[in-house]
């Protein structure tokens, strides 16, 4: 996702790791699948990585909805949430 050398943001990367997560959780997919299923996100929306990751981990995790993009979660992910709940 970085160009080789470029330095990130530590917690920057855990969030992105932890959105992947749930992505896979969500999807039953691959890391891969999850991987390219954020970069595509990113590429619809024009929100970076990390912010896009923060709004889908605060999304899954029942947030209170005042992190930044969380329009664009729902729009991207929110459907995969709505299934998961009703399948509870």
Known sequence: MTEPGRREDPASRRVIDVAI???IGL???SEHEAFDDLV??????GIGPGALAR?????AGGGRGDVAHR???VHMWGHL???RVRSS
């Open 71 to 73: 329009a664009e979660a």
């Open 81 to 83: 949430l709505t299934a």
């Open 27 to 29: 999807r039953g997919c």
């Open 40 to 45: 595509s996100a990113v590429h619809e929306t």
């Open 21 to 23: 997560g749930i992505l």
């Open 55 to 59: 709004a889908l981990v605060d999304l």
